[in-house]
């Protein structure tokens, strides 16, 4: 069976420099695995700290929340949903601090996994997340990556 594996990397800007630096690093080790073959391609999409109610990184926070709740998994503490009160205007809204990065993986148009998340045996990481992808891929182009995201 043949099937299209790709990924979506939210990244959230601006950002300290020790985290942008992290953030490059997950980039850099995402365009060794597309050169290697192991992903078709990958989007990235920058967000901001906090998504309020009407942000448009709700829908796609709300798609990643069905995952985790479809595989008993949980995305706290690094999405972190709360509802806040505006003493000064009286709004009340709902807010969702998001991670510095997150990946989606996606086979064809399936969403199959999010990182980072909280499963019974512990937390995954963004990481975890691309040791998975190396592991499920082919020996030649495992030969192919390390994990800095150069070319060997």
Known sequence: ??????????????APAATEQRQET???RLQSLRTAGVLEDFSVTD?????IDGDPALPTVTAL???AD????????AFDSHDRHNWYTGIDDA?????????????DDE?????????????????DGMEQLEAEAAPEDRDRVDQTGSQR
Do not use: K, N
């Not at 479809?70 to 503490?77: E, I, M």
């Open 70 to 77: 479809d595989h008993g998994v949980s995305l706290a503490p």
């Open 26 to 28: 997950v980039l850099a």
């Open 95 to 107: 807010v969702t601090a998001l991670p510095v990065v997150c990946l989606a993986l996606y086979e």
């Open 1 to 14: 069976m043949t099937y299209t594996r790709r990924a979506a990397v939210y990244i959230r800007s601006p």
């Open 111 to 127: 969403l199959t996994a999010v990182y980072p998340h909280v499963c019974d045996d512990g937390p995954r990481s963004v990481a």
């Open 65 to 67: 929340q069905a995952w």
């Open 47 to 51: 967000w901001v700290r906090q998504a």
